[in-house]
């Protein structure tokens, strides 16, 4: 059975900012769905009922809210980014808001955890953390501990030799405590004659406790005058604020100074106080502030809270030491002598001993082919062992002159075999036993045999040098020569072959000895040396030689230079000469003869070789000469910015058009060729670049008027030289006109 049930309507309220429930609507919506619910609602869609949508309009309104709060901190659980940021948020003021206690307990654990692992990470960060506190305690903690270790000393070796020291010593060995305490504690004077206790921060007096007997001024005074003289030397000389004044001395005065976190303890010591004086006004400070910390961290100059603290510095005004009266030891002195008199002797003797038996061992170890492996003294019995070579020198026969009694010496020596040079030398002359012809020496730690023997003593030789190679002194025997007659004769042929090698133009390609003859083949060339010539004096049998030898033209510059003066034929004025490993032609000749030099010149440069020809002058007929200086004397002048001569230069043009003419015919007759280069220039008025064009402009109008005359075109160079090549400085009177020309110069081919 079904119902139809109408939608709900819910009264409306007016929009307020209060967030509660609206109650009126919650109960209507209960009484609504009391009324129309479907007792025999089914199930649908496979066993999940359908949800009624009145339901969900009831969840909202009683939990939504809820819902939607929990939604946010489980998106925000899920974002651990968004999740660290709110708890960053409220974490200090949770911090704060915990009891101590509490917060100490649960946090220690993991800053423990922290601080472990950062030391184990990086053990220097805690150093520099903790450097600037504990430096200045352990540097005043090592000061003071030297000063107490130095104190103690000098007391000590004061009263050393002392009855009231032997009294002493006595004392430490009964009571179990080190003399130096005894000492100090009998022999120190001194007295705490007054204690101030002052507030580090202010400077004002806390505490004066004085000592009976003892005068001083105004107590606050003293404390204000400490406390200036402290900031004096803060102030004067840069220092840290956590340090202080630590000792003032006055005469037989000192004020040792305490510092700690609120409070400075002064004590006032007549006398010389012991070390351990520090220590002692320390322990008073430190309870000082255990008992008083608040009421000294809160000192304003009332001294109400700090009832009893007087107490504690009355402590330090109790300590004193009295003086002890005592002469000069004059029987202890007396007893130590005569103990010490014999001794020494004793002493004296065993020492000398010692070093006359030092000097026997240190003269048994510089001696070749002895080793001392242990050597000591007993009871007055000298004991020494270790290794000796037969050949080294006797053991016993070194005591002498050492005044050590033989008889008080006892040694054990092992055989052993010296690797000295020398005992090796002597070795090897009795077991090789050498020929007279064969010399052995020592060079440098080897042993070199030089001479002649036969093949039989050379072989016992190198057999010799292969035993000594493991660890001995080398053998070199490569200087003695083999006296057997075919050692001989292959001796003198390799001298006849390095004869071969060391000539120029022959090339040893082979060579070899067999069955008593002598073979080799190689290279000649014809300029070289004969090689049957060559035999001479070399004691080898030129029957017994049998040779072949290819032709080769050698590159020696010494063939070379015979080749050339063969095929070129070089006149008396020409000279050719070796430097270096180039060929050098100087002097004269003629032209033809000179492009002869120049072809051989470059097929030599194909084979590797120089063949230098530029000192070489062309030699031409005088005639020549004296025309080719006459062409050249010769310039043609022109007019400023005139690229055509004036016609006073036209006779000058004619005469030189004749020379031209005449010397080309003569050169011809001689067999070379002449060019003329005709070389335009200008002054230095105007631009560069205008001056170089009308330089060239007048060099091509000479040669047009040079070809107008019948002198061959083809034989006319013509160049611009602008106002780089002055006849004369532009300064002079002349200069601009000279320097307006054109110059001949005459060259020969």
Same mark, same amino acid.
Request: proline share 6%.
């Given at each position: 059975?079904?119902?139809?049930?109408?939608?709900?309507?819910?009264?409306?309220?007016?929009?307020?900012?209060?967030?509660?429930?609206?109650?009126?609507?919650?109960?209507?919506? /209960?009484?609504?769905?009391?009324?129309?619910?479907?007792?025999?609602?089914?199930?649908?869609?496979?066993?999940?009922?359908?949800?009624?949508?009145?339901?969900?309009?009831?969840?909202?309104?009683?939990?939504?809210?809820?819902?939607?709060?929990?939604?946010?901190?489980?998106?925000?659980?899920?974002?651990?980014?968004?999740?660290?940021?709110?708890?960053?948020?409220?974490?200090?003021?949770?911090?704060?808001?915990?009891?101590?206690?509490?917060?100490?307990?649960?946090?220690?654990?993991?800053?423990?955890?922290?601080?472990?692992?950062?030391?184990?990470?990086?053990?220097?960060?805690?150093?520099?953390?903790?450097?600037?506190?504990?430096?200045?305690?352990?540097?005043?903690?090592?000061?003071?501990?030297? +000063?107490?270790?130095?104190?103690?000393?000098?007391?000590?070796?004061?009263?050393?030799?002392?009855?009231?020291?032997?009294?002493?010593?006595?004392?430490?060995?009964?009571?179990?405590?080190?003399?130096?305490?005894?000492?100090?504690?009998?022999?120190?004077?001194?007295?705490?004659?007054?204690?101030?206790?002052?507030?580090?921060?202010?400077?004002?007096?806390?505490?004066?406790?004085?000592?009976?007997?003892?005068?001083?001024?105004?107590?606050?005074?003293?404390?204000?005058?400490?406390?200036?003289?402290?900031?004096?030397?803060?102030?004067?000389?840069?220092?840290?604020?956590?340090?202080?004044?630590?000792?003032?001395?006055?005469?037989?005065?000192?004020?040792?100074?305490?510092?700690?976190?609120?409070?400075?303890?002064?004590?006032?010591?007549?006398?010389?106080?012991?070390?351990?004086?520090?220590?002692?006004?320390?322990?008073?400070?430190?309870?000082?502030?255990?008992?008083?910390?608040?009421?000294?961290?809160?000192?304003?100059?009332?001294?109400?809270?700090?009832?009893?603290?007087?107490?504690?510095?009355?402590?330090?005004?109790?300590?004193?030491?009295?003086?002890?009266?005592?002469?000069?030891?004059?029987?202890?002195?007396?007893?130590?002598?005569?103990?010490?008199?014999?001794?020494?002797?004793?002493?004296?003797?065993?020492?000398?001993?010692?070093?006359?038996?030092?000097?026997?061992?240190?003269?048994?170890?510089?001696?070749?082919?002895?080793?001392?492996?242990?050597?000591?003294?007993?009871?007055?019995?000298?004991?020494?062992?270790?290794?000796?070579?037969?050949?080294?020198?006797?053991?016993?026969?070194?005591?002498?002159?050492?005044?050590?009694?033989?008889?008080?010496?006892?040694?054990?020596?092992?055989?052993?075999?010296?690797?000295?040079?020398?005992?090796? /030398?002597?070795?090897?002359?009795?077991?090789?036993? #050498?020929?007279?012809?064969?010399?052995?020496?020592?060079?440098?730690?080897?042993?070199?045999?030089?001479?002649?023997?036969?093949?039989?003593?050379?072989?016992?030789?190198?057999?010799?040098?292969?035993?000594?190679?493991?660890?001995?002194?080398?053998? +070199?025997?490569?200087?003695?020569?083999?006296?057997?007659?075919?050692?001989?004769?292959?001796?003198?042929?390799?001298?006849?072959?390095?004869?071969?090698?060391?000539?120029?133009?022959?090339?040893?390609?082979?060579?070899?000895?067999?069955?008593?003859?002598?073979?080799?083949?190689?290279?000649?060339? #014809?300029?070289?040396?004969?090689?049957?010539?060559?035999?001479?004096?070399?004691?080898?049998?030129?029957?017994?030689?049998?040779?072949?030898?290819?032709?080769?033209?050698?590159?020696?510059?010494?063939?070379?230079?015979?080749?050339?003066?063969?095929?070129?034929?070089?006149?008396?004025?020409?000279?050719?000469?070796?430097?270096?490993?180039?060929?050098?032609?100087?002097?004269?000749?003629?032209?033809?003869?000179?492009?002869?030099?120049?072809?051989?010149?470059?097929?030599?440069?194909?084979?590797?070789?120089?063949?230098?020809?530029?000192?070489?002058?062309?030699?031409?007929?005088?005639?020549?000469?004296?025309?080719?200086?006459?062409?050249?004397?010769?310039?043609?002048?022109?007019?400023?910015?005139?690229?055509?001569?004036?016609?006073?230069?036209?006779?000058?043009?004619?005469?030189?058009?004749?020379?031209?003419?005449?010397?080309?015919?003569?050169?011809?007759?001689?067999?070379?060729?002449?060019?003329?280069?005709?070389?335009?220039?200008?002054?230095?008025?105007?631009?560069?670049?205008?001056?170089?064009?009308?330089?060239?402009?007048?060099?091509?109008?000479?040669?047009?008027?040079?070809?107008?005359?019948?002198?061959?075109?083809?034989? /006319?160079?013509?160049?611009?030289?602008?106002?780089?090549?002055?006849?004369?400085?532009?300064?002079?009177?002349?200069?601009?006109?000279?320097?307006?020309?054109?110059?001949?110069?005459?060259?020969?081919?």
């Amino acid at each position: 059975m079904t119902s139809t049930v109408d939608p709900i309507s819910l009264p409306q309220r007016a929009a307020s900012n209060d967030p509660e429930i609206d109650r009126e609507a919650l109960a209507n919506l /209960l009484v609504e769905i009391a009324r129309n619910v479907d007792p025999d609602y089914r199930a649908r869609l496979y066993g999940v009922p359908t949800a009624d949508p009145r339901m969900e309009t009831l969840r909202q309104l009683l939990v939504g809210r809820e819902i939607s709060e929990l939604s946010r901190v489980a998106h925000l659980l899920d974002e651990p980014e968004q999740l660290a940021a709110a708890v960053g948020g409220v974490l200090p003021s949770a911090a704060a808001r915990a009891p101590h206690a509490q917060l100490g307990e649960a946090l220690a654990p993991a800053v423990e955890r922290a601080v472990q692992r950062s030391i184990q990470k990086s053990p220097r960060t805690l150093t520099d953390i903790l450097y600037p506190v504990f430096l200045p305690a352990i540097r005043k903690s090592i000061g003071e501990k030297i +000063d107490q270790t130095f104190q103690s000393l000098n007391e000590t070796l004061r009263h050393i030799f002392t009855w009231h020291g032997l009294k002493w010593r006595f004392e430490a060995w009964r009571t179990g405590a080190s003399f130096s305490e005894v000492v100090l504690k009998h022999s120190l004077v001194y007295r705490v004659e007054h204690v101030f206790l002052i507030n580090r921060d202010s400077g004002i007096l806390i505490a004066h406790v004085t000592a009976d007997n003892a005068t001083s001024e105004d107590p606050q005074l003293i404390s204000s005058m400490l406390s200036a003289i402290q900031d004096f030397v803060k102030d004067s000389f840069n220092e840290k604020e956590q340090s202080g004044l630590d000792t003032i001395r006055f005469g037989e005065l000192r004020l040792w100074s305490e510092v700690g976190p609120f409070a400075t303890l002064v004590a006032v010591i007549r006398g010389n106080p012991p070390e351990e004086l520090h220590e002692i006004v320390r322990d008073v400070l430190f309870r000082i502030h255990d008992e008083y910390s608040q009421a000294l961290e809160q000192f304003d100059g009332d001294s109400s809270q700090l009832a009893g603290i007087e107490t504690q510095l009355r402590t330090c005004v109790e300590l004193k030491q009295e003086d002890s009266n005592q002469g000069f030891p004059w029987l202890v002195v007396a007893a130590v002598l005569l103990v010490l008199i014999p001794a020494g002797g004793w002493f004296f003797l065993s020492w000398q001993s010692g070093q006359r038996w030092q000097t026997y061992v240190s003269r048994l170890g510089t001696q070749p082919g002895i080793i001392v492996a242990e050597q000591k003294v007993r009871d007055g019995q000298f004991y020494i062992a270790g290794l000796r070579d037969p050949l080294a020198a006797d053991p016993q026969a070194l005591l002498s002159g050492t005044q050590v009694d033989p008889a008080r010496v006892h040694s054990q020596w092992q055989f052993y075999q010296s690797l000295d040079p020398e005992f090796v /030398l002597k070795r090897l002359t009795a077991s090789l036993t #050498p020929p007279k012809s064969v010399r052995l020496s020592i060079v440098e730690d080897r042993i070199v045999a030089e001479g002649e023997a036969p093949d039989t003593w050379i072989d016992r030789a190198r057999a010799a040098a292969r035993q000594l190679e493991a660890g001995g002194p080398v053998f +070199d025997f490569s200087k003695v020569r083999d006296v057997s007659p075919e050692a001989r004769a292959a001796e003198h042929w390799q001298t006849y072959v390095s004869r071969l090698e060391a000539q120029p133009g022959i090339i040893v390609a082979q060579q070899r000895a067999s069955g008593g003859h002598f073979y080799i083949s190689g290279l000649r060339d #014809p300029q070289a040396a004969d090689p049957q010539a060559l035999l001479s004096g070399t004691g080898v049998d030129p029957a017994r030689v049998h040779s072949q030898w290819q032709f080769y033209q050698s590159l020696d510059p010494k063939f070379v230079v015979k080749r050339l003066m063969a095929s070129l034929t070089p006149p008396d004025s020409v000279r050719f000469s070796i430097i270096k490993d180039r060929i050098v032609v100087v002097g004269e000749a003629p032209a033809a003869w000179i492009d002869r030099a120049r072809v051989a010149a470059q097929q030599l440069a194909a084979d590797g070789l120089s063949l230098e020809i530029s000192e070489l002058r062309e030699l031409t007929p005088q005639k020549l000469t004296h025309l080719r200086e006459a062409i050249q004397a010769v310039d043609i002048l022109f007019d400023s910015g005139k690229a055509v001569p004036g016609p006073e230069q036209l006779p000058v043009l004619d005469k030189l058009a004749n020379q031209l003419k005449e010397l080309a015919k003569d050169a011809r007759k001689a067999g070379v060729t002449a060019q003329f280069m005709l070389t335009g220039h200008s002054d230095a008025v105007g631009r560069e670049t205008a001056n170089a064009s009308i330089s060239a402009a007048r060099a091509e109008t000479v040669r047009a008027l040079l070809k107008k005359r019948g002198v061959a075109p083809e034989s /006319l160079l013509v160049r611009g030289a602008g106002t780089f090549e002055p006849a004369e400085t532009e300064n002079s009177r002349t200069g601009s006109s000279a320097n307006r020309r054109v110059s001949v110069t005459v060259n020969f081919h």
